[in-house]
């Protein structure tokens, strides 16, 4: 490998890298949001939609200089259907379980709609989603140690929404810009959540404003970016960081505790869904 492409390659690394530490610190900063601050979730949303709107019509300005008719109202209500799910979830759900349940109902549904569309699974890919529905089942089982019901629900259902949107996201030929119009129509129907404001501060209303400028609007990005140096099973693969980076940042951070039943579903679900990833490439 020549000097030049062992930079390229780095520089993927180190981009990829950040990417997904951005992902993860969206779950951070609503939990922390939500648990060390008075802001309610649904003041969360608005602040976080309304600052990602900002920051990715801004880049995209820059860019292309212009911003007409990015987007799609189908993709603009996916978009607000996670983010307001995804906040209310975090109420009472650990950073990490919410992250697991997000990313692994993200991909339970793209998984799904290929079936539905006729694609076909192998061995391995069934096994591997066999065992990704037994994690979720040991990670939702009633216990001492399972999580919310209604959160669980919530996140589950955020991360369907999400995964109809990532759907809807390949029929768009530039994601960045189709991302940008998106949040842009999505932020002011935020708006309707007005009547479930209740309370904000200062610390609440920072965090709102990272998690969209930064950990939504640079991260996608950067990850945007990358993508067309990635092959679609390398995309998927590194998704699988997101979960874990978002677990033991909360660990240090928020002092949270990896609990067995967790350890055990993020092993399952991850690597199961790793399982069908990896056969896919291989067909």
Same mark, same amino acid.
């Given at each position: 490998?020549?000097q030049?492409? %062992? *930079?390229?390659?780095?520089?993927?690394?180190l981009?990829?890298?950040?990417?997904?530490? /951005?992902?993860?610190?969206?779950?951070l900063?609503?939990?922390?949001?939500?648990?060390?601050?008075?802001?309610?979730?649904?003041?969360?949303?608005?602040i %976080?939609?309304?600052?990602?709107?900002?920051?990715?019509?801004?880049?995209?300005?820059?860019?292309?200089?212009?911003?007409?008719?990015?987007?799609?109202?189908?993709g603009?209500?996916?978009?607000?259907?996670y983010?307001v /799910?995804?906040?209310?979830?975090?109420?009472?759900?650990p950073t990490?379980?919410?992250a697991?349940l997000?990313? !692994? *109902?993200?991909?339970?549904?793209?998984?799904?709609? !290929?079936?539905?569309q006729?694609? %076909?699974l192998?061995?391995?890919?069934w096994?591997?989603?066999?065992?990704?529905?037994?994690?979720?089942?040991?990670?939702?089982?009633? +216990?001492?140690?399972?999580?919310?019901?209604?959160?669980?629900?919530?996140?589950?259902? /955020? +991360?369907?929404?999400?995964?109809?949107y990532s759907?809807?996201g %390949?029929?768009q030929?530039?994601?960045?810009?189709a991302? /940008? +119009?998106?949040?842009?129509?999505?932020?002011?129907?935020?708006?309707l959540?007005?009547?479930?404001?209740?309370?904000i501060?200062?610390?609440?209303a920072?965090f709102a404003?990272? *998690?969209g400028?930064?950990?939504?609007?640079?991260?996608?990005a950067?990850?945007?970016?990358?993508?067309?140096?990635?092959?679609?099973?390398?995309?998927?693969?590194?998704?699988?960081?997101?979960?874990?980076?978002? *677990?033991?940042?909360?660990?240090?951070?928020?002092?949270e505790?990896?609990?067995?039943?967790?350890?055990i579903?993020?092993?399952?679900?991850? +690597?199961?869904?790793?399982?069908v990833?990896?056969g896919r490439?291989?067909?």
């Amino acid at each position: 490998m020549t000097q030049a492409a %062992r *930079s390229i390659t780095i520089r993927i690394i180190l981009q990829v890298a950040l990417a997904m530490t /951005a992902f993860a610190a969206n779950s951070l900063l609503c939990r922390i949001a939500l648990s060390q601050t008075s802001t309610d979730p649904a003041t969360f949303t608005i602040i %976080r939609l309304l600052a990602g709107a900002v920051t990715l019509c801004s880049i995209v300005l820059l860019r292309k200089g212009k911003l007409r008719n990015a987007g799609s109202w189908q993709g603009a209500l996916s978009l607000l259907t996670y983010a307001v /799910a995804f906040s209310f979830a975090y109420v009472n759900l650990p950073t990490g379980t919410g992250a697991l349940l997000l990313f !692994g *109902s993200v991909q339970a549904t793209m998984i799904i709609t !290929g079936l539905y569309q006729g694609e %076909r699974l192998r061995i391995i890919q069934w096994t591997g989603l066999l065992t990704a529905f037994g994690g979720l089942v040991i990670l939702v089982a009633p +216990g001492i140690h399972a999580p919310n019901p209604f959160s669980a629900l919530l996140m589950t259902i /955020a +991360g369907m929404a999400w995964g109809v949107y990532s759907l809807l996201g %390949r029929k768009q030929g530039d994601p960045l810009t189709a991302t /940008a +119009g998106n949040f842009l129509k999505a932020a002011p129907l935020s708006l309707l959540f007005l009547p479930l404001a209740s309370a904000i501060d200062s610390q609440g209303a920072f965090f709102a404003i990272l *998690s969209g400028s930064i950990s939504s609007g640079m991260g996608y990005a950067i990850w945007y970016s990358i993508l067309p140096s990635l092959k679609a099973a390398q995309a998927a693969s590194v998704q699988l960081t997101v979960p874990v980076i978002a *677990s033991t940042a909360a660990v240090f951070i928020l002092g949270e505790h990896v609990t067995f039943n967790l350890a055990i579903a993020s092993v399952a679900i991850l +690597g199961g869904i790793a399982l069908v990833i990896l056969g896919r490439n291989r067909a």
